[in-house]
């Protein structure tokens, strides 16, 4: 470096070297059960900054003794980090059991902004197709709304070939989900308009279906995967708000490093969904379609919509982060 290093960017700096300090004091002898799991990531994003300050302060030779001393702290951040990936069979197991539902209660603000939005779509689209009929025909298409017309459900094509659907429709989901949630990426436009467009779509489909006389029919379908599929998209659409969010309000960190802490939430917030989209996709190919009582279809939408919220919102011993 032709100039030596500013006062005014080591006191800069400093702060973030003394909070990696801390943290790994705080640690002690590489025993990372002292850290929570947002410590730990706070850790590994303080030693990737801390890597590129490094590399600046290799620049000014008059720096040598800060350079030391955070190569020290990247020595022993290095080891702490790696140390804490846990391994086994399980893992998947008690990701899910523990740390997904503390994942979800953490982001709760992302995922009521999706259901939010997903509802304000829904009301959007019931008030525009009860005020012309036409927008109905617009966003259903024409064989959708003759087939309504004629007070049939257009599911009863799955049936027959429900091995066949039920993999369209896990494909399907899956495709929303990552869109609703990469989309994010782009300032939060994939997932406000995934969550509006999904909920507009559903308020058009729920009231063309009432004034056909068709609600049961719809709603008994949609109940045994909807109360897991639904659910799935806005959590989907949460972690894509949670993504958007570390794009447009890096805060104190830079933005590169404020995405890639966003990144890692919200990956965390979406990989949940995937075992919930394979058992809705399942119900949606298998059960959904069958000539199964509607008492029993609703039953079993009520109860996996319980235990979905009971998995979820359980109070927790620890907080997983």
Known sequence: MATILSNQWLAKRRPYWDRLAALLGEAGAADVRHLSRAELRETALLYRQAASDLSTLRQDTTARAYAEHVNQLLARAHHIIYSSRRKGFLKIFYFLRDEYPAIVQRQIRYVLLALFITLSGASLGSVLTLARPQFMRHMLGPAMVETIERHEMWTHSIVGIEPVAS???MTNNLSVCFIAFAGGIVFGLGPVYSMFFNGLLLGVIGVACAQHGMSVDLWSFVAPHGSLELPSIVLAGGAGLRLAHGVLFPGLYRRRDSIALAGVEATRLVSGVIPLLVIAGTLEGF?????????LKFTVGG????????????PLRWQAK
């Open 167 to 169: 993999s369209a429709i």
């Open 287 to 295: 059960f959904s379609p069958s000539k199964a009582p509607v008492p």
């Open 303 to 314: 109860l996996l919509f319980t235990l979905l919220l009971v998995w979820l919102f359980r």
